[in-house]
């Protein structure tokens, strides 16, 4: 399970949600193929992804498209976030899986380097009630995916936010991985400001602390500084999940037209499609094209 825990702070005045996402990011690195590099990275936005499944998801059939392209060597960077209840549902991939680059001077990975800074990160919800979208749209900070989150919701959502994420990947795969986001109330007070610095400045990673086995509780009393934290939901779970299908590669297919189909047909006599979420593939056959352009 991918336990997922929200409190309060400052008698209210401060919203904390804390994940540990090690079990969800071993399953991505599994499915994309994953070099430690870009591990990382697309499990630094499954873990955001994770958490604004409960933060920015109000409804059920709501959901939420992120991508992210700084124009590095991963190249574009998606995930498709849905919530039924108290489970957020989530699916990322990655243009480039197998980007392999060389640690940065500290022996951290460089996700920066692998994910780009010169491009953009680009959220957009869906509200199934009145069909509409909302982009929000801003710069990339440094690649690193935490920062860029944390500009998002300061330039996009005016709302001043800490965000951490970790992946600490060993030799046999993820060893930890998770998050946690601080947001501010507007009654938030520049006492409660200073505390959270204070107990920001000389803290571990948050992999670190999960590899130390730390609770999420534990680990909201120390990014906080508030050892009086209260929790306010304790049950909460990121699943991963797609929802692919062969009808839906169909009517793919049908939308690329009439005369791309049957050059389809006339050159290969058949096509193969991979869902780049899963990497589950579906074959259509000679006759299975026919039908479909029968039916155009």
Known sequence: MNKVVKFLAYDGRVNVICTNTTELVEEIRKIHDLTPVT?????????????????????????????????????????????????????????????????KSNG?????????????????????????????????????????????????KQIPTVIALGVLVGSQGVKSAGGYMISLMPDATEEDIVKIEKALQNIDSISKMISENKSLEDIAKIVTGDKNIVMLENDLDIKYECDCSKDKFEKALISIGKEELSKILEEDGKAETVCHFCNKKYYFSKEDLENLLKNM
Do not use: C, W
């Not at 958490?51 to 190249?75: A, S, V, W, Y």
């Not at 574009?76 to 197998?98: E, G, M, Q």
């Not at 069909?131 to 860029?148: F, R, T």
């Open 108 to 156: 951290k990975l460089d996700v920066g380097t692998a994910v780009g800074r010169n491009g953009f990160l680009n959220i957009i919800n869906k509200n199934e009630i009145t069909d509409s979208n909302y982009n929000g749209l801003v710069p990339l900070v440094s690649g690193e995916i935490a920062e860029d989150f944390t500009e998002y919701f300061a330039k996009s």
């Open 39 to 103: 591990t990382a990275g697309l499990g630094r936005l499954a873990t955001i992804s994770g958490m604004m499944g409960f933060t920015d998801i109000k409804e059920n059939d709501d959901h939420i498209t992120i991508q992210l392209n700084g124009r590095g060597p991963m190249g574009a960077l998606v995930s498709v976030i849905k919530r039924k209840n108290k489970t957020t549902k989530i699916k990322v991939y990655t243009d480039n899986p197998h980007v392999d680059l060389p640690l």
